[in-house]
C-alpha cells in the first residue's frame, strides 16, 4: 500500500478532506494530511485566497515541502486544488516520489525543473468546465503530452471543488468516479 501526503486546498483542512482521505485509508493506504493553514478553516474560496495572498503563494508551496521533509519519501503526492502547488513540486523535484495526484489545479511543469520526471506517473482530475481549471488546462494538456505515463480525466460540469462533500460543490458522481480512480492509481505504487 503507498504512502500518502493530501494537501488541502484554500478554504484550509476542511472535513471533506479529511473525508477523502479516510476513504484512501479504508482502502489500506497511509494518508498524511500536513495543514498548511495552523488549523483555520475559511468559509469561502474567497477568504481562504485572501488569507494565502497576506503569507505568499510560495509559502504555502514551502509550508508543504517542509511538512513533507518529516515524512517518507517514496510517497504519491496529492493536491486539492491550493493543495497542488507543494504536491507537484514534491513529485517534480524529491527524490523517491511514487506519483502524483493533482485534483482540480495543474501547474506548468516549468515551475519546478526542467522537465516532469519519467519515473513519477500523474494523474490530472478535474471539471471540463471549471472556471479556475479553464487557467490551468494547457499546462495539464502539455503534462499529459509530454509525459508518457500521464493522465487527464476531465469530469463533466463547472463545479471547482467537486471533491469536498463539505462544501456546496460538492459532486458525489464526480467524487466517487474520481475517489475510485485514485484509489487504483495508489494500488499500482
Not at 488569507?51 to 511538512?67: C, H, L, N, P, S
Not at 513519477?120 to 471539471?127: D, F, G, I, T
Not at 494547457?138 to 463547472?158: K, N, T
Request: proline share 6%; charged share 20%; net charge negative.
Amino acid at each position: 500500500m503507498a504512502e500518502v501526503v493530501l494537501f488541502h486546498h484554500v478554504q484550509g483542512l476542511t472535513p471533506g478532506v479529511a473525508a477523502f482521505a479516510d476513504e484512501l485509508r479504508v482502502a489500506g493506504h497511509t494518508v498524511h494530511t500536513p495543514d498548511l493553514f495552523d488549523g483555520r478553516i475559511f468559509g469561502s474560496s474567497e477568504e481562504g485566497l485572501g488569507y494565502v495572498e497576506q503569507i505568499g503563494f510560495g509559502e504555502i508551496t514551502e509550508r508543504g515541502v517542509r511538512a513533507a521533509e518529516l515524512l517518507p519519501r517514496d510517497a504519491v503526492y496529492v493536491g486539492f486544488s491550493l493543495g497542488v502547488l507543494p504536491a507537484q513540486k514534491l513529485a517534480q523535484t524529491r527524490a523517491g516520489a511514487r506519483g502524483a495526484l493533482l485534483v482540480h489545479a495543474c501547474i506548468p511543469v516549468s515551475e519546478f525543473g526542467v522537465a516532469w520526471p519519467d519515473s513519477v506517473p500523474v494523474q490530472v482530475h478535474a471539471k471540463e468546465a471549471d472556471p479556475f481549471f479553464a487557467e490551468d488546462i494547457d499546462a495539464a494538456r502539455a503534462l499529459v503530452s509530454d509525459c508518457p505515463d500521464a493522465e487527464m480525466f476531465l469530469y463533466p460540469g463547472d463545479q471547482h471543488l467537486f471533491a469536498d462533500n463539505s462544501l456546496p460543490s460538492y459532486d458525489p458522481d464526480a467524487a466517487k468516479l474520481l475517489t475510485q480512480r485514485a484509489i487504483e492509481f495508489l494500488g499500482s505504487r
